[in-house]
């Protein structure tokens, strides 16, 4: 199957610093990314969707000034959690799908801690 | 609004069978996955079904009824790890995936 992979798997930051999470789609060019959000025994959380070259659509309640993504080449979209604050710590995750295939491919995701 | 329901957790013993259920209210209809994720890590791809009936692979098995708006991961041969989280999601009319909050498998010897 396709490979997606997301970098890093952890960081511990500090309160206000920030923090930038790269995900790539290895063997195929991404159509579409998507970044998700899952806190602890809860579901996954759409963040929003990213299309190459254009701007990422963001889910109801995401501050798009916060959470800032590029999607700059179809196989590379970035994550960057602006001014982090210990409640953004989560588990993010990216997946990928590419045109004519159903399933999304996910990336090993990435545990953020901020302190 | 949209609604996907599955319990949060179920106990099985290794070599039994289990089976997941999942309910759902979505604005519209473009697919049903089962994921598997282990914590910590990010979602696996189970299965798809996009019509009625069963999808058999292996030990997973999946149903769906859309006029029920009802699916069912089916587990056979019960293995030590297959202790996971289970997520029900549905392709919505916008092609989103919606997901379900997983359901919590455990394995005991």
């Known amino acids: 199957g396709a490979v997606v992979s997301q970098h890093p798997s952890w960081v511990i930051c500090k309160s206000g610093t920030s923090v930038k999470i790269e995900c790539r789609s290895l063997?195929?060019?991404?159509?579409?990314m998507f970044w998700y959000r899952q806190f602890p025994k809860q579901s996954l959380m759409l963040m929003a969707t990213?299309?190459?070259?254009?701007?990422?659509?963001?889910e109801q309640g995401v501050e798009k000034d916060k959470f800032l993504i590029n999607h700059a080449s179809l196989t590379l979209s970035t994550l960057t959690v602006t001014s982090a604050h210990p409640e953004d710590s989560s588990f993010y995750i990216c997946s990928a799908i590419y045109r004519g295939h159903t399933e999304a491919f996910f990336g090993q995701g990435t545990r953020l801690t901020v302190v | 609004g949209q609604n996907i329901d599955q319990p949060t957790e179920m106990t099985a013993t290794e070599g039994a069978i289990v089976q997941i259920n999942c309910t759902y209210q979505t604005s519209g209809f473009n697919g049903l996955f089962w994921y598997q994720q282990h914590a910590g890590e990010a979602p696996t791809f189970l299965s798809y079904?996009?019509l009625d009936g069963l999808e058999e692979k292996g030990r997973f098995s999946s149903f769906l009824s859309r006029s029920k708006g009802y699916s069912y991961l089916l587990l056979k041969e019960l293995q030590m790890k297959d202790s996971a989280s289970y997520l029900c999601a549905v392709k919505d009319s916008n092609y989103q995936l919606i997901w379900g909050a997983g359901t919590k498998l455990i394995i005991k010897p």
């Open positions: 063997d195929f060019q991404a159509t579409t």
């Open positions: 990213s299309n190459e070259g254009s701007k990422a659509t963001y």
């Open positions: 079904n996009v």
